[in-house]
């Protein structure tokens, strides 16, 4: 519509970010892969059984899951790790008596976003890192993440295992 009203020219599309939307649109497969195959209901178990295991506590698996989707969402995008973690998360807190599905999955969504310490971790991180002056040098390179993001995202995850955590089950 945009290119048929002559809004977007020739240019603007040969400029967009296509690495951005293929990595969008493979996110979606793998979240469908993941639920699809099988592995959904695997990791879930497991991760359950670890719980039940060792007599986790809610704070205790929110705290050991939302570092795992930390560290994991790091390395992909925060849509890859939602789609791929969240109903893992949710298939977790629903095997825990009584039901904590819902403090699994609003504490892993928020991590999912707070993972910010590489390029790769989201479309913003994306398109920073994309964005050059007229000599073609990029004005942040991943140091600049990795000095900066990765404390930021250790101190956004300490706060929704605290904070975040009081409030989510205040609101639940």
Known sequence: IFFG?????????NNF??????????????????????????????????????NLTVWSTLSIFTALILFFTSFCSHTVGAIVVLPIAAAVGS?????????????????????????????????????????GNRFLPTRDFLKIAVPASIICW????TFGYALICASL
């Open 5 to 13: 009203l002559g809004l977007l020219s020739k240019d603007d599309l």
């Open 95 to 135: 095997n825990m008596e009584p039901s904590h599905a819902k403090e699994l999955v609003f504490g892993g969504a928020l991590v999912c976003s707070a993972a910010m310490g590489l390029p790769v971790s989201g479309f913003p991180n994306m398109t920073a890192v994309s964005v050059e002056d007229n000599l």
């Open 17 to 54: 970010l296509w690495s951005v939307v293929v990595l969008a649109m493979g996110g979606l497969v793998l979240g469908e892969v993941v639920t699809t195959s099988g592995l959904l209901e695997v990791v879930a178990g497991s991760i359950a059984r670890f719980i039940e295991e060792n």
């Open 158 to 161: 300490l706060i929704i295992i």
